[in-house]
């Protein structure tokens, strides 16, 4: 049995202690009392406490028996969080999901003989596995992620609810989009490209650029075409649109009444109750990669990966915290078995690329019941 510290005891961050702890020894902590509570309510045999990640004495000191760091901290405190953990020579595994690259991190991780796996969520992370895994069986060409989380019922007048803090999904909305066409990083507005999109058992669902591929555009620079798209229902694009034309994600100030304030910061208050997600509300993820390559025949193959999930009402478990959480405790058990030990930092990629450690992820996650299903053909 080893030892896993969890930061952060939000919606996804819980989901991960609770998971982990059928087979480890887990504390979670967070800034947030009640939310400790709740999930001690919910999984007793946890421990709690009360940490502030801003503290780097605190932090450092926290961390320091544990076997394995496991960070969910809202994005804007991820980078410096893992820079942290790493700098106390503590391996870590990370979902939070940050704006910086974390591979400037890869020469302190070496020093210091951490692993340091990150960006190990569903997108990123999951399908960096699968694109890891597949530029090892075909020669990519062409790689396209669709994703989103959705609640299932449609309310006007956004038609969305957040797993996660509104303001993460915000930065996601408003740091510029990078993909790359023709073997060129092409940089675009967030939001900017839409198109309307099929899917079975949902229907239609409008895809956006974001930022998505992070690493991947750093990592596989021999993909001469790789995009990912983020899907909301219809409707849900224009109203995010107007608020941001408008001004309501500047993180400037502007003054009221005599008050200094943030529109951000208020939007961000007004959307938490707007866009909170229910406990129990039944909400879905879905995602495909697509992936075009040449076989070892000679032949272009498209291999699609689909995932259709759903909130878990047995375990009470959302469907975004189930198929971002379990792929980063996948990761860690992965770690801690053993089946992977080089030190660095490292993006799923390149740990997906490695058969063995690519099957237990499926494996892993499968066995909860989060099952993706891979189609291919030859399309010439």
Same mark, same amino acid.
């Given at each position: 049995?080893?030892?896993?510290?969890?930061?952060?005891?939000?919606?996804?961050?819980?989901?991960?202690?609770?998971?982990?702890?059928?087979?480890?020894?887990?504390?979670?902590?967070?800034?947030?009392?009640?939310?400790?509570?709740?999930?001690?309510?919910?999984?007793?045999?946890?421990?709690?406490?009360?940490?502030?990640?801003?503290?780097?004495?605190?932090?450092?000191?926290?961390?320091?028996?544990?076997?394995?760091?496991?960070?969910?901290?809202?994005?804007?405190?991820?980078?410096?969080?893992?820079?942290?953990?790493?700098?106390?020579?503590?391996?870590?595994?990370?979902?939070?999901?940050?704006?910086?690259?974390?591979?400037?991190?890869?020469?302190?991780?070496?020093?210091?003989?951490?692993?340091?796996?990150?960006?190990?969520?569903?997108?990123?992370?999951?399908?960096?596995?699968?694109?890891?895994?597949?530029?090892?069986?075909?020669?990519?060409?062409?790689?396209?992620?669709?994703?989103?989380?959705?609640?299932?019922?449609?309310?006007?007048?956004?038609?969305?609810?957040?797993?996660?803090?509104?303001?993460?999904?915000?930065?996601?909305?408003?740091?510029?989009?990078?993909?790359?066409?023709?073997?060129?990083?092409?940089?675009?507005?967030?939001?900017?490209?839409?198109?309307?999109?099929?899917?079975?058992?949902?229907?239609?669902?409008?895809?956006?650029?974001?930022?998505?591929?992070?690493?991947?555009?750093?990592?596989?620079?021999?993909?001469?075409?790789?995009?990912?798209?983020?899907?909301?229902?219809?409707?849900?694009?224009?109203?995010?649109?107007?608020?941001?034309?408008?001004?309501?994600?500047?993180?400037?100030?502007?003054?009221?009444?005599?008050?200094?304030?943030?529109?951000?910061?208020?939007?961000?208050?007004?959307?938490?109750?707007?866009?909170?997600?229910?406990?129990?509300?039944?909400?879905?993820?879905?995602?495909?990669?697509?992936?075009?390559?040449?076989?070892?025949?000679?032949?272009?193959?498209? !291999? /699609?990966?689909? &995932?259709? @999930?759903?909130?878990?009402?047995? #375990?009470? %478990? *959302?469907?975004?915290?189930?198929?971002?959480?379990?792929?980063?405790?996948?990761?860690?058990?992965?770690?801690?078995?053993?089946?992977?030990?080089?030190?660095?930092?490292?993006?799923?990629?390149?740990?997906?690329?490695?058969?063995?450690?690519?099957?237990? !992820? /499926?494996?892993? &996650?499968? @066995?909860?019941?989060?099952?993706? #299903?891979? %189609? *291919?053909?030859?399309?010439?």
């Amino acid at each position: 049995m080893s030892s896993i510290i969890v930061l952060g005891a939000g919606m996804v961050g819980s989901a991960m202690a609770i998971d982990l702890a059928k087979k480890h020894s887990v504390t979670v902590t967070d800034i947030d009392r009640k939310r400790l509570e709740h999930v001690k309510a919910k999984c007793p045999p946890l421990t709690t406490a009360e940490v502030n990640v801003r503290d780097a004495a605190a932090l450092r000191a926290v961390v320091a028996p544990f076997d394995l760091v496991i960070c969910a901290v809202p994005g804007f405190l991820g980078f410096t969080t893992v820079r942290k953990v790493i700098d106390a020579g503590k391996n870590i595994v990370d979902i939070s999901f940050f704006p910086e690259n974390a591979l400037e991190l890869d020469a302190l991780a070496k020093e210091r003989g951490v692993t340091a796996i990150v960006d190990c969520g569903v997108a990123p992370g999951m399908h960096n596995f699968i694109i890891g895994r597949y530029n090892e069986l075909l020669q990519l060409t062409d790689v396209e992620t669709l994703v989103g989380g959705l609640p299932k019922v449609r309310r006007w007048p956004f038609y969305y609810k957040a797993p996660f803090s509104p303001v993460d999904v915000i930065e996601e909305y408003t740091r510029p989009a990078r993909f790359v066409e023709n073997g060129h990083t092409v940089v675009r507005e967030a939001l900017s490209d839409s198109e309307l999109m099929e899917f079975a058992r949902i229907g239609t669902l409008e895809a956006f650029n974001t930022d998505g591929l992070r690493s991947l555009i750093h990592t596989m620079p021999q993909i001469r075409n790789m995009k990912e798209k983020t899907l909301r229902y219809p409707g849900h694009i224009d109203m995010i649109k107007a608020l941001k034309a408008s001004g309501f994600f500047n993180s400037g100030t502007v003054r009221v009444q005599g008050t200094d304030v943030s529109p951000l910061d208020v939007t961000s208050a007004v959307l938490f109750d707007e866009w909170k997600l229910g406990e129990t509300e039944p909400e879905l993820t879905v995602m495909r990669v697509t992936m075009k390559g040449r076989n070892a025949s000679g032949a272009t193959e498209q !291999v /699609v990966y689909d &995932l259709y @999930d759903e909130y878990d009402p047995e #375990t009470q %478990t *959302s469907s975004m915290a189930r198929t971002t959480g379990y792929t980063a405790t996948a990761a860690a058990s992965m770690f801690l078995e053993g089946l992977f030990a080089e030190r660095g930092v490292f993006p799923p990629e390149l740990i997906g690329k490695h058969e063995q450690c690519f099957d237990y !992820v /499926v494996g892993y &996650l499968a @066995d909860r019941n989060v099952r993706y #299903t891979r %189609t *291919s053909r030859i399309i010439q």
